[in-house]
């Protein structure tokens, strides 16, 4: 496709359960990056991958939550025990290395 | 440690007014600093880097490396500027990037 996709756009669902986000970045991005948009909390990194090296998990919350990236290409952000907490807009974004992010619509997560 | 800081959440003006949003950041490297916007149900997208120095859509940004600061002006806000606007760091030789807690922008007629 011609910029990021995620999906699913819109996800509701019971405290406790399992989620998984999927992101696929634009071909050829080396880059890709997980971040959870909230109000009052801006654009708060999670997670970022860089071709083949080993992710930087630093900005994940908790243990519940984990990422992997399948052939350096489509990336699933999972999320286990969803919290309420949790509730909010993951967004993807991918570029070539150093260069400008592009984004993705974002997948809204409501936790109830 | 890398951080972006963005104090103000809201920035309400007036039409035709002059519009700056603050961004300072701690780096301790040579950092590359952006200005990226969200309009009101697109996604976010890049609006200017200061490697290219140039001006988009009116506003320019300069990096002050003394103060660590790179703001966002517009000399003339119009209604059309009204959006959410994030500073964002890029670092390290993995040129991981990191966001402000962004500000809002309401330009008022």
């Known amino acids: 496709g011609a910029g990021v996709s995620q999906s699913p756009s819109n996800k509701v669902t019971e405290k406790g359960k399992d989620v998984e986000l999927r992101c696929d970045p634009i071909s050829g991005h080396t880059a890709l990056y997980w971040y959870r948009q909230s109000l009052g909390q801006g654009l708060e990194f999670l997670i970022y991958?860089?071709?083949?090296?080993?992710?930087?998990k630093s900005g994940l919350p908790s243990d519940r939550f984990s990422a992997e990236r399948t052939g350096g290409s489509v990336s699933t952000l999972t999320i286990q025990r969803t919290q309420q907490e949790d509730s909010a807009v993951y967004l993807c974004?991918?570029?070539?290395?150093?260069?400008?992010?592009?984004f993705g619509e974002g997948s809204r997560l409501t936790v109830l | 440690a890398q951080r972006v800081t963005q104090p103000e959440k809201l920035l309400s003006v007036f039409k035709g007014a002059p519009v700056e949003l603050k961004c300072n950041y701690s780096y301790s490297g040579s950092p590359e600093l952006f200005w990226y916007v969200q309009y009101s149900r697109q996604r976010l997208q890049l609006l200017l880097r200061h490697i290219s120095r140039e001006s988009i859509k009116g506003f320019t940004a300069d990096l002050n490396k003394g103060e660590t600061s790179f703001h966002l002006k517009k000399p003339f806000a119009q209604e059309e500027d009204s959006a959410m606007y994030y500073c964002a760091l890029s670092s390290g030789g993995g040129f991981k990037t990191i966001f402000g807690a962004g500000t809002r922008l309401f330009v008022k007629a």
């Open positions: 991958f860089q071709g083949n090296s080993a992710p930087d």
């Open positions: 974004a991918s570029n070539p290395r150093g260069r400008e992010l592009f």
